[in-house]
């Protein structure tokens, strides 16, 4: 079983920066993908950005050039920097990993961080 851990949500104002980090504690699962999604209330849980093992990323036309997904596959974390935030970016946020024991793939999900965006 893949642990996500997940962290740095919070209240900030339009136009600040929030960090999200997600921690993950495998043992032999071998992580191809992580990323972030996020659900707003009533809405379905969307894309917000993923990056493979080999740093290549990819992002929601809505976050473009004020988000940045990175990871240390080192420590099996992924952040994500939220830059000039809007309230429209105003969600639950969760962090995903993609990957195998060796067999099938699979994906697990975090408990989910709440991230506000309001004056």
């Known amino acids: 079983q893949v642990q996500l851990v997940e962290s740095g949500g919070g209240l900030v104002q339009p136009g600040g920066s929030l960090r999200l980090s997600c921690a993950a504690s495998?043992?032999?699962?071998?992580?191809?993908?992580m990323g972030w999604y996020r659900q707003a209330p009533g809405k379905q849980r969307d894309l917000v950005a993923v990056?493979?093992?080999?740093?290549?990323?990819n992002y929601a036309d809505s976050v473009k050039g004020r988000f940045t997904i990175s990871r240390d596959n080192a420590k099996n974390t992924v952040y994500l920097q939220m830059n000039s935030l809007k309230p429209e970016d105003t969600a639950l946020y969760y962090c995903n990993v993609y990957g195998t024991y060796g067999l099938e793939f699979s994906d697990y999900w975090g408990q989910g961080t709440q991230v506000t965006v309001s004056s």
């Open positions: 990056i493979d093992s080999g740093g290549n990323a």
């Open positions: 495998r043992s032999s699962f071998i992580i191809y993908r």
